[in-house]
């Protein structure tokens, strides 16, 4: 019954991506060069599993790959290649190629996509935009980086607040500028202030003489052009937003974000998040470089060995007390190991709540009384196990005593700092997630080993 359990799911993993067959057939027709192969092969292929081919390439083979496809690079394709080999991707297309696809782009992708390219590049791009959409595109740029301006698109369909659904219907069908997707019709009024907005479902099942402003929606809000995407992927998550309206200074439309780009934020945040916690940086990616992987992990670890050292002061104090009790050698990795382990566990929830806003200033004492509670709970069920541990290993019950107090207390402190420590980085304006890890690690050691060590020198010697 395995084989075809396995089959399954092969044939399962295979819907969401290049098959191994096709992944095989490309692979040989960029090594025979075989351009008009290599062409078939991706015509019905997905932008996104195109992009994932190219990310998975060498340089060497990508820079064969794109000579001999680069005639049907799009925007599509180019949108959703990874941003740490779409500058390698830019620099090795034809102009003309890169032109084209930029004028197939949204507005927001296409801000995306030159916002970190020195500015001759960014002017040649924009050169080849009409004037309307380069207007756009200019104005975006002005806006601060991960703030809603650089996140909206500027193409927004909207229909004066008196209008009927007869009457926007038909000028629907009448436009041929409308972005590809689009999920409101934004009312407005004379000053282009926006005022509601109503669903195409709901703008298609209405009567012709219905007029908009009775079938707003009641979801409807507005967001500043100046407001942190990070708020702004927050807001789509809580309220369930689709899309929503953006509006400058003086609250006049100048834009639209989809639900599309705010998930794509919210998952950027949480992968930083994650590789933050790792003490891996920010911006690391499986297409990173030696250099740039070793850049990104050496400082962190550097702090690590500091904490380290730290940790291994508080043993040398109690050296003799060691001497003497050899067992305690034996011992104190496990107590600091356990204190560690839960420290990591409630950092991590600690960090995930105040990233999805759900740790307030309403509920954190309630939170850390929950975790401190959890933290001596723990410890005086793994002080009972380590205490007949060591009890029956090296046959003494003062020291079973003594790893029993030391864990209960390590783990109590483990929990408090897990928790306290994130909300006092937030508190200073530094990133949770970013440091966090090594105050915990540190603070888990140095009370693990000076709670242990220093019981076992009262209490043993």
């Not at 089959?7 to 819907?15: F, G, W």
């Not at 038909?170 to 997707?181: A, G, I, K």
């Not at 006092?424 to 140095?446: H, I, M, R, W, Y």
Request: hydrophobic share 50%; no cysteine; net charge negative.
């Amino acid at each position: 019954m395995t084989e075809p359990r396995e089959a399954e799911t092969d044939a399962a993993e295979d819907e969401f991506q290049l098959s191994k067959q096709d992944i095989e057939a490309i692979g040989k027709a960029i090594d025979d060069g075989d351009s008009p192969a290599l062409d078939s092969l991706l015509e019905p292929a997905h932008a996104a599993d195109i992009a994932d081919l190219i990310e998975q390439l060498t340089p060497a083979r990508r820079r064969v790959f794109l000579q001999l496809y680069s005639g049907e690079i799009d925007g599509e394709i180019l949108s959703e290649i990874d941003e740490g080999i779409r500058d390698e991707v830019i620099e090795q297309l034809p102009h003309e190629v890169l032109a084209e696809a930029v004028r197939e782009m949204d507005s927001d992708d296409v801000v995306d996509l030159i916002e970190d390219m020195g500015a001759p590049e960014q002017q040649a791009l924009l050169a080849a935009l009409d004037e309307s959409d380069r207007a756009a595109i200019e104005q975006s740029l002005t806006y601060p980086e991960y703030s809603a301006g650089r996140l909206m698109q500027s193409e927004v369909v909207t229909a004066p607040e008196h209008w009927t659904v007869g009457e926007t219907i038909d000028f629907l069908r009448s436009e041929e500028w409308l972005p590809d997707q689009f999920y409101h019709v934004v009312l407005v009024d004379p000053r282009r202030h926006p005022i509601g907005y109503v669903t195409l479902g709901k703008l298609l099942a209405s009567r012709r003489d219905v007029a908009l402003r009775d079938i707003t929606e009641d979801s409807f809000r507005t967001i500043s052009v100046l407001q942190e995407e990070g708020d702004v992927a927050h807001a789509f998550n809580k309220y369930h937003l689709i899309s929503t309206p953006v509006v400058d200074e003086h609250d006049r439309l100048v834009g639209m974000i989809t639900i599309d780009d705010a998930m794509s934020v919210l998952d950027e945040e949480h992968e930083e998040d994650i590789l933050r916690l790792a003490g891996v940086g920010d911006e690391s990616a499986i297409t990173d470089s030696v250099a740039e992987t070793l850049r990104q992990r050496l400082p962190w670890l550097m702090v690590n060995l500091v904490t380290a050292i730290i940790a291994s002061l508080v043993i040398a104090v109690f050296e003799t007390t060691i001497q003497q009790v050899v067992a305690l050698a034996v011992l104190m990795p496990i107590v600091a190991s356990m204190g560690g382990n839960a420290g990591t566990q409630t950092l991590t929830v600690a960090v995930r709540a105040l990233a999805t806003k759900s740790l307030t200033g309403s509920n954190v004492w309630r939170v850390v009384r929950r975790e401190a509670v959890v933290g001596i709970l723990n410890g005086f069920a793994f002080a009972v196990v380590m205490g007949l541990v060591a009890w029956v290993w090296f046959d003494g019950i003062s020291l079973a005593a003594v790893i029993g107090i030391a864990m209960i207390v390590n783990l109590a402190i483990a929990a408090l700092a897990g928790i306290l420590i994130p909300l006092a980085l937030e508190k200073a304006g530094a990133d949770p997630a970013l440091a966090s890890g090594t105050f915990v690690t540190t603070v888990t050691d140095v009370v693990g080993f000076f709670a242990f060590l220093g019981l076992a020198s009262a209490v043993l010697l």
